[in-house]
């Protein structure tokens, strides 16, 4: 029997030697949070950034609990403090060995009824800079500090390649997103950096809970995967572990979906319908 840390996960040495640094925790909940549990208990040690003041209360107690050696604000959309937190990595480690993305963010009018006309250039314009060029700038900046059999994830979402209601200006920059994933892929990759992203389902998160609709999408997306049931934190981290690991050897420019199956469903049984 394997033993388990506090957080569940199952301890092992697939990360031990690697040092990594993780931007997206926002609280427990978070998908990157859950990410993060799995590489520690696989003995990786991290490097956390937060938004910003107003997440640090929540956020440090977390990384204290993994032993994080690094812990810093990072507003992706300035420069100054990409460049900043970046710089600290530089110093404090000096190298890095893999980088987790999990950002996204979308203004509430984007997010609702009719994309066509709700959405608006400002709006379309933040979506994209938050949710793909954070990126693309943070890949921009890890690279130089990274050898080969290093790798970089990012989180994606079925509504990139299909229509999703509601998920409006949040598809399309993650459509974007996929793409830059495989150009980032193909830069790095004569330097030995793998480059991914992971196409969770519907996950209970803060970005989740304002959902209109949130709910129903959880239980029918349940009725309509395949393994019929909700996408686990524990799927979703064991991804992104296998994918940062040298278990994930030779995959690069990949959108792997960890949905229960959904995304492989072109017509629901006949229960689900029902239902
Ligand atoms: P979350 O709210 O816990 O994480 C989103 C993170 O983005 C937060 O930590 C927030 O602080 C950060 N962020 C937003 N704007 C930022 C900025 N300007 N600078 C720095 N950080 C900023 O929610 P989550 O569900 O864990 O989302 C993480 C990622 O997973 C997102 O890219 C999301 O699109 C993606 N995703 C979520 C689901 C889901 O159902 N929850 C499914 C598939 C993919
Ligand atoms: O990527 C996401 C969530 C992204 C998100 C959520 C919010 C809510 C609050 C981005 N920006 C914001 N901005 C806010 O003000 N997911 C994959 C989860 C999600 O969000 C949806 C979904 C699903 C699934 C929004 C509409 C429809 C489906």
């Known amino acids: 029997m394997s033993e388990e ?3 569940g996960f199952p301890k092992g040495k697939l990360m031990r ?3 990594g640094l993780i931007m997206g925790v926002a609280n427990k909940k978070s998908i990157a949070w859950g990410i993060a549990q799995q590489l520690h208990a696989q003995g990786a040690e991290l ?3 937060y938004q910003g003041e107003a997440l640090e209360k929540r956020v440090r107690p977390l990384a204290e609990s993994v032993d ?3 812990f810093m604000p990072c507003d992706v959309s300035d420069d100054a403090s990409m460049d900043a937190a970046f710089a600290t990595v530089k110093e404090q480690w000096g190298e890095l060995d893999f980088l987790v993305h999990s950002i996204g963010f979308a203004g509430a009018d984007g997010l609702k009824g009719s994309f066509v006309e709700n959405v608006t ?6 979506t994209m800079d938050i949710s793909v060029f954070s990126f693309v700038a943070a890949a921009n900046r890890a690279a130089p500090l990274m050898k080969p059999g290093s790798a970089m994830i990012t989180m994606t979402y ?3 390649e ?3 209601p509601n998920y409006n200006v949040m598809g399309v920059a993650k459509a974007a997103l996929e793409a830059s994933t495989r150009y980032i892929a193909r830069d790095l990759g004569p330097k030995g950096i793998r480059v991914n992203a992971i196409s969770a389902g519907p996950m209970r998160t803060l970005a989740m809970a304002g959902i209109s609709g949130g709910r129903g999408m959880l239980s029918t997306g349940k009725a309509w995967s395949l393994l019929k049931e909700d996408t686990s934190m ?10 940062l690991s040298d278990l994930g050897r030779s995959v690069a420019g990949e959108v792997v979906h960890v949905d229960a199956g959904f995304h492989a469903v072109g017509m629901p049984d006949e229960d689900a319908l029902k239902g």
């Open 234 to 243: 524990e799927g979703v981290a064991g991804s992104a572990l296998w994918l």
């Open 162 to 164: 299909r229509v999703i």
């Open 17 to 19: 030697g690697k040092r």
């Open 47 to 49: 490097g956390f950034t």
């Open 121 to 126: 250039r400002e709006n379309f314009a933040m």
């Open 68 to 70: 994080a050696s690094m």
């Open 158 to 160: 079925l509504g990139s």
């Open 5 to 7: 840390t506090q957080s």
